[in-house]
């Protein structure tokens, strides 16, 4: 009898000729059980973030606001009731009175992020355990010959006018796939923004959670073409 390494496929299976072994069955299940363990090269299982399944099922089973139709000047029934918002851009003639509008383009200018002219921007005001939010969206149509995606949206976390920075507060962003990004506010943030590129139908969810993530909101944005 004689060790052997055995290569491990893709799949995690392992292919071994018959020609390794006995043709006895009581000589096989003896080499098995002498066979030690280092002999066999396991691979290393990927460590899932903790809340990735959680997130993919909602990403089953939430309704999904469609960004698409941002594009239209148009919301869709779900968006409707969360209370989201188009926005207009900003314009210097209502400089004497600081719209939401004019809010975001300041922000945009501070985080330093190129928008183009066609970017379509919204927002949505609410409350998550007793804190209240703003979270900013501004999304657009990708050229076809963008190789990564069809579409991209880009979100900004603060606190509503008038509040201080919500430091017990985190984001969330999770695709089928994985966790893409996953931040907290500190007490250098004023605010917390993300970006992410998508495919046509392609699904995103956005989580918003207390820092012990006992309280949490979500919403699941996707593209879809008119």
């Known amino acids: 009898r004689f060790l052997f390494r055995s290569a491990v496929g893709s799949d995690h299976n392992y292919e071994i000729t018959l020609s390794r072994f006995t043709m006895s069955g009581d000589d096989l299940l003896l080499d098995l059980q002498c066979l030690s363990p280092e002999e066999i090269l396991l691979p290393e299982i990927p460590q899932r ?3 990735y ?3 993919v099922l909602e990403i089953l089973n939430q309704r999904a606001i469609n960004v698409g139709q941002w594009l239209y000047n148009q919301i869709d ?3 409707q009731e969360l209370s989201w918002q188009l926005l207009p851009a900003p314009s210097p003639q209502l400089r004497f009175h600081r719209t939401p509008a004019q809010e975001l383009a300041e922000i945009i200018t501070i985080i330093d992020i190129e928008i183009p002219a066609a ?3 919204s927002y949505r005001d609410f409350q998550l355990a007793g804190i209240p939010l703003r979270l900013y969206a501004v999304t657009w149509q ?3 010959s963008e190789l990564e995606g069809d579409w991209t949206i880009v979100l900004i976390l603060g606190a509503s006018p008038g509040n201080t920075p919500p430091l017990e507060i985190k ?6 796939t994985m966790v893409l990004d996953q931040q907290e506010f500190t007490t250098d943030d004023d605010y917390l923004f993300t970006q992410f590129v998508g495919a046509n139908h392609e699904k995103f969810l956005a989580t918003i959670t207390t820092a012990d993530e006992t309280v949490q909101t979500s919403m699941l944005f996707e593209f879809k073409f008119m």
Do not use: G, K, M, S
């Open 171 to 176: 984001l969330r962003i999770t695709d089928f």
């Open 49 to 51: 973030e903790p809340n």
């Open 142 to 144: 990708l050229p076809q």
């Open 53 to 55: 399944i959680r997130d």
């Open 77 to 79: 029934d779900l968006a």
């Open 119 to 121: 970017a379509v921007r």
